[in-house]
């Protein structure tokens, strides 16, 4: 469940003509939340976020979802086709609840600079904790078909599963048959569809297809899973990674 910050020192910004660049977000967060700065939680969110956008593929996406995830970065997904190109399959933003952060990382990380953060520790942090995040997945590539998302899924969940709950678990089985059993035959995923992938409170991972709720399932060992695609030690973007390291790391430094 989402919480709302109340009681926050509002801050106005002027509203940029264009969606704000990857690069330029990461200034934004350079340049406004340092050590003498503000934390990201005595600051109010705007109902109209400023979306944010991806340079490779012109998608675009909210600097918000809800009253308070706020966007660490964004990546994208890319296949090898038979072993002769690459294509783009979607594109990412993963989200993290700014009061969640403070209040779970910013007691151990919050005093220390940037240097003296090891960023690997930060995210095995960011993922063992139960702080509410989501990854957004845009659909790019026009002629994916849900049948291919839910076999790419049993392939790179799996592999997690295995990584993290030993290989023979009859449970981690029974896990990935549920988590991709969601992902029906019957829904459609054009150019532009939206799969939301969101742990919530107590580890649950709540799965929405165009706004849509299709499922949710109470596992840790599932929600580290899935957020160890994008920012674990193989993510699918590794620069995306880099720049959500340096972008938590300014949200909890006081």
Request: proline fraction near 4%.
């Amino acid at each position: 469940m989402l919480r709302r910050r109340l009681g926050c020192r509002r801050r106005r910004l002027s509203r940029p003509r264009q969606p704000i660049s990857p690069r330029c977000l990461k200034k934004f967060f350079r340049s406004n939340f340092n050590r003498s700065s503000p934390v990201w939680g005595s600051l109010s969110l705007s109902a109209d976020p400023y979306p944010v956008t991806d340079p490779k593929t012109g998608v675009t996406f909210p600097s918000v979802l809800g009253d308070s995830r706020r966007l660490l970065g964004i990546g994208l997904r890319r296949k090898c086709v038979m072993g002769l190109k690459n294509i783009d399959v979607y594109t990412f933003g993963v989200y993290a609840d700014i009061g969640d952060i403070n209040k779970v990382l910013g007691e151990k990380y919050g005093k220390a600079s940037a240097s003296e953060i090891e960023n690997k520790d930060l995210i095995d942090d960011l993922m063992e904790s139960d702080i509410c995040m989501t990854v957004r997945l845009q659909i790019v590539y026009g002629r994916l078909s849900i049948r291919s998302v839910r076999s790419a899924f049993a392939e790179s969940v799996g592999n997690r599963l295995q990584k993290f709950g030993g290989s023979d678990s009859t449970d981690n089985k029974e896990l990935l048959q549920w988590f991709t059993s969601q992902f029906k035959d019957e829904f459609k995923i054009p150019q532009g569809s939206i799969i939301d992938l969101s742990r919530e409170q107590d580890h649950v991972l709540r799965t929405t297809i165009d706004g849509k709720e299709v499922g949710s399932i109470q596992s840790k060992l599932l929600c580290r899973s899935i957020l160890d695609l994008y920012i674990g030690d193989d993510p699918f973007d590794r620069r995306a990674k880099e720049d959500i390291e340096l972008n938590l790391a300014s949200c909890i430094q006081k």
